[in-house]
Antibody
Framework: QLQESGPGLVKPSQTLSLTCTVS??????????WSWIRQHPGKGLEWIGY???????DYNPSLKSRVTMSLDTSKNQFSLKLSSVTAADTAVYYC????????????WGQGTMVTVSS | DIQMTQSPSSLSASVGDRVTLTCRAS??????LGWYQQKPGKAPKRLIY???SLQSGVPSRFSGSGSGTEFTLTISSLQPEDFATYYC?????????FGGGTKVEIK
């Protein structure tokens, strides 16, 4: 299971920080790819990026300049940081798992709503 | 980036209807496609992977087909719990991209 956590409100120009806690297995096992995906209110889904259990990352070019992902294997968590946020970053953020590089996402967290507003 | 186009964007149907949703890729993606169901306020749930493989626990009235650039999700007999929005996802290449969704509503 996956569970997102983090502030629900972030001020413009600040950094959005979210954590996904993985339960039921080690984040280092199985060759999984751990992704962040977001969904603007009433809109479709946008893949933000992934982090592999080795720490390798790949980000969506549309967000690459502002995104950083990291792992904390001691806590079985992975994290997202999105810098210089604006109102356009207001969305539900999901963490998710893919069983391999070219495999469909199979497990999603429940999602957490983040609003960017002063 | 590979663009995924779903059609229709919405449809109205009755319980018991057979429903077919379409997803088209801007370039060939072999069978690297998944289908997801999302209900309001919930995370997406995987129904189909590898274009036609049914996720464990998903009712057999759901089926997927296609390869290359054209894919379909069929619900053979629509049930009340199937009213939701459906998304396709290509995972052939990164960045991963989703279709815009098809909202299935009650007629």
């Amino acid at each position: 299971q996956l569970q997102e956590s983090g502030p629900g409100l972030v001020k413009p120009s600040q950094t959005l920080s979210l954590t996904c806690t993985v339960s039921g297995g080690s984040i280092r096992s199985g060759g999984y790819y751990w992704s962040w995906i977001r969904q603007h209110p009433g809109k479709g889904l946008e893949w933000i990026g992934y982090i592999y259990y080795t720490g390798i990352t790949d980000y969506n070019p549309s967000l690459k300049s502002r995104v950083t992902m990291s792992l904390d294997t001691s806590k079985n968590q992975f994290s997202l940081k999105l810098s210089s946020v604006t109102a356009a970053d207001t969305a539900v953020y999901y963490c998710a798992r893919s069983p391999g590089y070219r495999h469909a996402i199979d497990i999603w967290g429940q999602g957490t709503m983040v609003t960017v507003s002063s | 980036d590979i663009q995924m186009t779903q059609s229709p964007s919405s449809l109205s149907a009755s319980v018991g209807d057979r429903v077919t949703l379409t997803c088209r890729a801007s370039q060939g993606i072999r069978n690297d496609l998944g289908w997801y169901q999302q209900k309001p306020g919930k995370a997406p749930k995987r129904l189909i992977y590898a274009a036609s493989s049914l996720q464990s626990g998903v009712p057999s009235r759901f089926s997927g087909s296609g390869s290359g650039t054209e894919f379909t999700l069929t619900i053979s007999s629509l049930q009340p719990e199937d009213f939701a929005t459906y998304y396709c996802l290509q995972y052939h290449s990164y960045p991963l991209t989703f279709g815009g969704g098809t909202k299935v509503e009650i007629k």
